[in-house]
Structure formats: structure tokens, C-alpha cells
């Protein structure tokens, strides 16, 4: 049986914007992923958390920094392919993180899919933009900045895996962020994006 490592963070683990709890193993994108891939003995590894970074480690809460967990995921499950979207928590105004910084995160986290399983396939996903108010009342780690920032995520992904030789996909092509928290997929959207992800596996 192959498996798909997917690596993420709310939007991965399948937070629901509007309840604050966590949409159910068929409603989220990587459960759909999973349903839709079931004739094809692929197993999907899902491996989201809530706040996760590429590179940052949060003041916060411990845990987050995408680039000190993956190796070992990589170890532990050793995937046939990878499918990245983080990005999203960089943007919080603490980091002061511009675009492009955030990018040498992701390569970061690219090398090490390349260097810790280099026959695997490796999937770039940008993700969803930030809602314009996510700061107004919904996330005060989120201000202005942080908004125009996740916009430009998917200029630099998209030149980043073209340097890197591997597929990319906006994740903003195919879901917003709900109208109830600026800052998560609601249902439709998972469903869009795991339609999008599907598409782009079979064509990988």
C-alpha cells in the first residue's frame, strides 16, 4: 500500500471556523482525498496541527515548527508522496515575516522531502489567503500586513517549485476562507481543494 504524507496545519487538521471544533474525517479535504483514492490501495497520513509554521518557532505554544518535526514524519511513515501546504501561520504579524522569507521556509521543507525520501513524489501547495478583517475580532495574531502577505504566498510558492522542479497548486484557486473566522476552509472548500490535489496526484 502506498502512502500520501499530507503536512499542514488548521487547514490540514480541519478546523471548523464557524464551531471552533474540528470537521469530521469525511468532511475534510484529506478524508475526501482518501474516499476518493480508495480503489487505488493509497493510504492518506494525515498530519496537520494547528498552528504549525514552516521555520518559526511560536512564543506561544511549543511544538509548531514545521522544519523540527518533518524529517522524523518522513522516517516514521517514509511516504510515497508528499503533499505540503503550510504558510498560513508565518504570516502572523509576530514573525514580521515578508513573502519571500516565508518561501526559504518552504524550500527549506522541500529539501528536507527531497533529502529524507528523494523518490517520493512532492506536491507544493500555497494556501488560502487571509480574510481582509481576520484581525478585527477574529485572530488578533493576524493584522493588515499579515493579509497582504498570505496574498503574495502564491507568486513566490509557484516561482519557488518551478526552481524546484516540482507540481504546485494554489490552494486560493480553489477555496476562501469562511466567512465566520476570515481564516479556515468551510466544507465547500475542502471539498474543492481535495478535488484540486486529486488532480494534480494522477497527473504527477
Known amino acids: 500500500m502506498k502512502q500520501i504524507l499530507c503536512f499542514g496545519d488548521s487547514n490540514t487538521w480541519g478546523l471548523d471556523g464557524e464551531t471552533g471544533k474540528r470537521f469530521s474525517w469525511e468532511e475534510r479535504w484529506t478524508g475526501i482525498l482518501q474516499e476518493k483514492l480508495a480503489d487505488r490501495d493509497i493510504r492518506?497520513?494525515?498530519?496537520?496541527?494547528?498552528?504549525?509554521?514552516?521555520?518559526?518557532?511560536?512564543?506561544?505554544r511549543l511544538g509548531r515548527r514545521g522544519t523540527e518535526l518533518l524529517p522524523t514524519l518522513l522516517e516514521t511513515h517514509t511516504p510515497d508522496a508528499v503533499v505540503l501546504m503550510l504558510g498560513t501561520n508565518d504570516c502572523k504579524s509576530h514573525y514580521g515575516a515578508?513573502?519571500?522569507?516565508?518561501?526559504?521556509?518552504i524550500r527549506q521543507l522541500i529539501q528536507q522531502v527531497k533529502a529524507g525520501v528523494p523518490d517520493a513524489k512532492l506536491i507544493l501547495v500555497s494556501p488560502i489567503q487571509l480574510g481582509e478583517d481576520v484581525w478585527d475580532g477574529y485572530?488578533?495574531?493576524?493584522?493588515?500586513?499579515?493579509?497582504?502577505?498570505?496574498?503574495?504566498?502564491?507568486?513566490?510558492?509557484?516561482?519557488?517549485?518551478?526552481?524546484?522542479?516540482?507540481?504546485?497548486?494554489?490552494?486560493?484557486?480553489?477555496?476562501?476562507?469562511?466567512?465566520?473566522?476570515?481564516?479556515?476552509?468551510?466544507?465547500?472548500?475542502?471539498?474543492?481543494?481535495?478535488?484540486?490535489?486529486?488532480?494534480?496526484?494522477?497527473?504527477?
Open 44 to 60: 492518506i497520513v494525515e498530519e496537520g496541527l494547528c498552528g504549525r509554521t514552516t521555520i518559526f518557532e511560536d512564543p506561544l
Open 98 to 105: 515578508s513573502a519571500e522569507v516565508i518561501g526559504l521556509g
Open 139 to 204: 485572530d488578533l495574531e493576524f493584522d493588515r500586513t499579515s493579509v497582504e502577505t498570505s496574498k503574495d504566498l502564491p507568486r513566490v510558492y509557484q516561482r519557488i517549485a518551478k526552481e524546484e522542479g516540482v507540481p504546485y497548486l494554489a490552494a486560493s484557486d480553489y477555496a476562501k476562507s469562511s466567512f465566520q473566522d476570515r481564516e479556515h476552509m468551510d466544507e465547500t472548500g475542502h471539498r474543492q481543494l481535495a478535488n484540486g490535489i486529486l488532480k494534480l496526484l494522477r497527473s504527477a
